[in-house]
């Protein structure tokens, strides 16, 4: 599936026209409508938008990527450099990693439950 494929599939899905695709994302209708039909590509910035409107990676609509990734946003920047270390670590790590995390997870969901 190229991008237009994908672009049209989203906008679908979202039951949107392309005049309200166009609107919500910033865009021309006739651009929009090339980008569709693959007589256009989009620049950088308007592909992060519709990505982000959206709630995929842009590697989804650029790439052969058969599933949709959500983009999460890590805001505190010391931990986003921990999870690209542990990225690094190898499997048996990540896994003890991953179990803290989803245990330390589930405590504060059960904390925010009780109170």
């Known amino acids: 599936m190229d991008l237009g494929d994908k672009i ?56 052969d990527i058969t599933e949709k990734e959500n983009i999460t946003k890590i805001t505190d920047k010391n931990l986003l450099k921990q999870f690209e270390e ?4 190898p499997e048996d790590k990540r896994v003890l990693i991953k179990r803290f995390l989803e245990m330390a997870i589930n405590e504060d969901k059960i904390k925010k439950m009780v109170s």
């Open 8 to 63: 049209n599939q989203l906008q679908n899905e979202k039951k949107l026209s392309l005049d309200m695709l166009a609107a919500d994302i910033d865009v021309a209708r006739s651009i929009l409508w090339k980008y569709e039909k693959g007589q256009a590509v989009p620049s950088d910035e308007v592909l992060k938008r519709i990505a982000s409107f959206f709630g995929v990676s842009a590697d989804y609509l650029l790439f």
């Open 86 to 89: 542990i990225d690094k670590m």
